[in-house]
């Protein structure tokens, strides 16, 4: 995107707007800013008078507002919930718990690899190790949720692991695409900038709205695994 700082400034407007939109809580207008921000991007090829891969530019300008803006700014949504300080927190430690457990135990069991081509430092093995240690984890915090019942911990578990495992599978699928490694040094030992991202780029919009619908719906949700299935 950095050979044409239109799309470039374009995306850095848009996402202060998200940010705006958070701010004041206009939920409705964060919603729809997808489809402004793609609006007002396709009008920049005619404003350049230009159709040389254009396509492209709207493309990875769209990605960056969704994956970098929208997507990850549900982390202020969150926020803005219940106890919201707490759960940014423990929605963060149980995501980097389970992806660093994952990759620890890639490296000295398993021999099926998840996506060999896409992310072959990880098997099946290790996620199968990791996941319920992810969840025990969440039930041991779970004094930081609204909740201490079982659908709003069980909840969060889900999120982190799925929603961590996806992030980080779409960001490397990306990553080789683009033929990019680092995009600058975020945290030493820890990687670059999107290392440490590309997880809650998928966790915060489904932990949001898994907390959301829990804390909304609350009455109509069964409040427990015993009422969930009838027992």
Request: charged share 15%.
């Amino acid at each position: 995107m950095y050979h044409r700082s239109n799309f470039v400034w374009a995306s850095y407007v848009g996402v202060l707007g998200l940010a705006y939109c958070v701010h004041i809580g206009n939920r409705d207008l964060y919603n729809l800013a997808p489809m402004i921000f793609l609006g007002a991007i396709c009008l920049i090829p005619i404003l350049r008078n230009s159709h040389k891969q254009m396509i492209q530019y709207l493309a990875l300008t769209l990605m960056a507002f969704m994956f970098l803006g929208w997507s990850f700014l549900h982390i202020g949504w969150i926020y803005k919930l219940d106890r919201g300080p707490y759960l940014v927190i423990y929605i963060t430690v149980l995501t980097e718990v389970f992806d660093n457990l994952s990759l620890a135990f890639s490296r000295f069991w398993g021999n099926h690899k998840m996506f060999s081509r896409i992310t072959p430092r990880r098997n099946w093995e290790a996620f199968f190790i990791a996941a319920p240690l992810t969840f025990l984890l969440a039930f041991s915090f779970r004094h930081l949720l609204p909740e201490r019942s079982e659908q709003f911990w069980i909840g969060s578990g889900l999120a982190a692991v799925l929603g961590g495992s996806l992030g980080d599978l779409v960001l490397s699928v990306i990553r080789r695409d683009l033929g990019i490694k680092d995009v600058g040094v975020f945290i030493i030992g820890r990687g670059d900038l999107l290392s440490v991202m590309d997880r809650l780029i998928f966790v915060a919009p489904i932990f949001y709205y898994v907390m959301w619908y829990l804390e909304t719906r609350g009455g109509i949700v069964p409040h427990s695994i015993h009422q969930l299935f009838g027992l």
